[in-house]
């Protein structure tokens, strides 16, 4: 069994940075790609981004290229998404997700592919 969680939200202003963590726990944990999806209000989650558990595959959303990073430490079991030049659009709850299966450029960011999921860390981005 797996469990992730996810912190590290809060309210920022545009232009602004915030770092979100999930910690993932479990024996087989670091075989497990990791992702992160948010969620705004009245919309559906789409997949923010993601990292394979060898930390060699990184993929991002066209939206958050260039802005937001997302790295792994094996032996602190996290996961991080540093998120830089924060726009109001942001706004959102964000997840981490984990799969066994890598990270692929055609599939990342499909939600079925994601078995275990973090409570969610509410990120707001306003003045």
């Known amino acids: 069994q797996l469990q992730l969680v996810d912190t590290g939200g809060g309210l920022v202003q545009p232009g602004e940075s915030l770092r979100l963590s999930c910690a993932h726990s479990g024996v087989t944990s670091d075989y497990y790609s990791i992702a992160w999806f948010r969620q705004a209000p009245e919309k559906g989650r789409e997949g923010v981004s993601c990292i394979s558990s060898s930390d060699d595959n990184t993929y991002y959303a066209d939206s958050v290229k260039n802005r937001f990073t997302i790295s792994r430490d094996n032996a602190k079991k996290t996961v991080t998404l540093q998120m830089n030049k924060l726009k109001p659009e942001d706004t959102a709850t964000y997840y981490c997700?984990?799969?066994?299966?890598?990270?692929?450029?055609?599939?990342?960011?499909?939600?079925?592919?994601?078995?275990?999921w973090g409570q969610g860390t509410q990120v707001t981005v306003s003045t």
């Open positions: 997700a984990a799969t066994i299966v890598d990270c692929d450029s055609d599939d990342w960011n499909i939600e079925h592919l994601y078995n275990y």
